[in-house]
T-cell receptor, first 116, second 114 residues
Framework: AQSVTQLDSQVPVFEEAPVELRCNYS??????LFWYVQYPNQGLQLLLK??????LVKGINGFEAEFNKSQTSFHLRKPSVHISDTAEYFC??????????????FGQGTTLQVKP | SAVISQKPSRDICQRGTSLTIQCQVD?????MFWYRQQPGQSLTLIAT?????????ESGFVIDKFPISRPNLTFSTLTVSNMSPEDSSIYLC???????????FGEGSWLTVV
């Protein structure tokens, strides 16, 4: 079975500061990895994904994440956050990493609170 | 990208009633997925909806409570039956869209059961 652990439930940060949201996963097989963002009262939007290839992936809104297979991590980073980045962030994995990637297992979410 | 429309976007429902949520996609997809997000929690997969066959339910979810239809490759419905306050959640439809096996989500249907 697969599982995803987001190590921080809330991350407060000041505007223009860097931020890292941590995600670790557990799986006995190869996985695809995703980060989604949920703005208040909205649905989920894909930030970025790792399927294969370069372990550093860049997404929308200046976010990037690095896949570390040995540490089974996929931490999300942004060098300088804005107030508009305040949202809930979800890390997710697909169970088998091939074909049926629509079955996602989500972490508990991290609330990013950007303060002025 | 994929355009996924869900109806209703929000509803307040009476205990004991049933509500059907619709999901419409802008192009044909093989599989559609239904997720639930309970208040303050993460997303949990309810079932996978394939056209022409019965939905496949995840552990903890049953067809009698969450019947699903998939009449064609662009549409699916999820019914939440005999609702209780514990069913108050956001219900999200998602699809897998090539290239890159990207998974897109609808805006969600926010249900409150009173």
């Amino acid at each position: 079975a697969q599982s995803v652990t987001q190590l921080d439930s809330q991350v407060p940060v000041f505007e223009e500061a860097p931020v890292e949201l941590r995600c670790n996963y557990s799986s006995s097989v190869s996985v695809y990895l995703f980060w989604y963002v949920q703005y208040p009262n909205q649905g989920l939007q894909l930030l970025l994904k790792y399927l294969s290839g370069s372990t550093l992936v860049k997404g929308i809104n200046g976010f990037e994440a690095e896949f570390n297979k040995s540490q089974t991590s996929f931490h999300l980073r942004k060098p300088s956050v804005h107030i508009s980045d305040t949202a809930e962030y979800f890390c997710a994995v697909s169970p088998d990493g091939s074909g049926n990637t629509g079955k996602l297992i989500f972490g508990q979410g991290t609330t990013l609170q950007v303060k002025p | 990208s994929a355009v996924i429309s869900q109806k209703p976007s929000r509803d307040i429902c009476q205990r004991g009633t049933s509500l059907t949520i619709q999901c419409q996609v802008d192009s044909q997809v093989t599989m559609m997925f239904w997720y639930r997000q309970q208040p303050g929690q993460s997303l949990t997969l309810i079932a996978t909806a394939n056209q022409g066959s019965e939905a496949t339910y995840e552990s903890g979810f049953v067809i009698d409570k969450f019947p699903i239809s998939r009449p064609n490759l662009t549409f699916s419905t999820l019914t939440v039956s005999n609702m209780s306050p514990e069913d108050s959640s956001i219900y999200l439809c998602s699809v897998e869209r090539d290239p890159g096996n990207t998974i897109y989500f609808g805006e969600g249907s926010w249900l409150t059961v009173v």
